[in-house]
């Protein structure tokens, strides 16, 4: 988490202008690879929430485990809240080359055994599992906007040259 708070210091984009075309090339694909894990993180959480509170529905109907489990396609093959295609930038399909971690750890709400665990979590627990990772998501998507905003700032730069034929 601490390279990417100095990604998003605007220290680093200060005299982007002066800067080589390859250490330009450089920043914009540090950038991108922190920008894919932390929308690879983000949807793992979203993947999550949407599991969880499926299995919400599911107690409050009184319906078996095997029915959650039947259902998974259906859950994680709906859509609602996220960017549609042609406002998202393209991910990667492939794991993300950088690994993300938070000094208190949160990066286990997306790798930890909750799921694993669904049928034993009490009604209060699995509540909680879900407001965290809905504060978790929250922080990724803003941190996730702000990395597409230095993104934009480095591509503009790279562009401007090659159009100035300076590439």
């Not at 932390?38 to 009184?62: D, H, K, P």
Request: charged share 35%; glycine share 6%; aromatic share 2%.
């Amino acid at each position: 988490m601490e390279r990417i708070r100095e990604l998003l210091d605007p220290q680093y984009r200060a005299g982007i202008g002066e800067r080589t075309l390859d250490d330009l090339r450089i920043m914009k694909q540090e950038c991108a690879d922190y920008e894919h894990a932390v929308s690879y993180a983000r949807r793992l959480a979203q993947a999550r929430i949407e599991i969880l509170e499926a299995e919400q529905g599911r107690r409050a109907r009184g319906e078996s485990v095997e029915s959650l489990v039947a259902a998974l396609p259906d859950i994680l093959g709906a859509e609602p809240g996220r960017s549609s295609a042609t406002s998202a930038r393209l991910a990667a399909p492939e794991t993300p080359a950088v690994e993300l971690r938070w000094p208190d750890g949160r990066e286990e709400l997306i790798g930890d055994m909750t799921l694993a665990n669904l049928p034993a979590l009490d009604d209060a627990a699995l509540a909680a599992s879900v407001d965290r990772l809905r504060e978790f998501e929250r922080e990724l998507s803003d941190v996730r906007r702000d990395l597409h905003e230095v993104l934009d700032v480095i591509e503009r730069e790279i562009a401007t040259r090659q159009v100035a034929g300076a590439g």
